[in-house]
């Protein structure tokens, strides 16, 4: 079981990330091991060239990671994180989907892919969260 007893708990929790919740991110969906979180894409996210900051796919990936280690064990912080841009995003949405696929004593390990609301996948993003 989860620390978070309901979404809106998730969701009233990570209002107070605000450089995320400014950016338009939200929790959509939350379960004991992982995460889905989403951000409609606008022209505030977009680079010099018109393409999605690599930024805005990372928060979004490090928002699901946050997510998921504080549900899995609070408090958790990002101790190491990695991430593979595999494509430019060519939908209108953002969706990160996280899954815990190593809970320890001291650390999780959890994946998140991000893909558009094309089907497309955008980055991979793997982070180790240590629990305080």
């Known amino acids: 079981m989860g620390v978070f007893a309901t979404l ?3 969701r009233e929790h990570f209002k107070k990330d605000t450089f995320a919740t400014n950016a338009g991110m939200q929790v959509d969906d939350y379960c ?4 889905t979180c989403s951000v409609i894409l606008g022209d505030g996210h977009r680079n010099a060239y018109g393409g999605v900051m690599g930024g805005v796919i990372f928060t979004l990936a490090d ?9 899995i064990h609070s408090l958790s912080v990002a101790q190491s994180v990695n991430i593979n841009y595999l494509s ?10 996280a899954k815990c696929i190593k809970n320890g004593k001291t650390t999780s390990v959890i994946t998140v892919n991000v893909s558009d609301d094309t089907g497309r996948d955008v980055a991979l993003f793997v982070g180790t969260a240590f629990k305080l």
Not at 63 to 71: G, I, K, P, Q, W
């Open 63 to 71: 928002l699901a990671l946050a997510v998921t280690a504080n549900n």
């Open 8 to 10: 809106d708990e998730v």
């Open 88 to 97: 430019a995003p060519k939908g209108k949405k953002l969706i990160a989907k």
């Open 32 to 35: 004991d091991d992982g995460c």
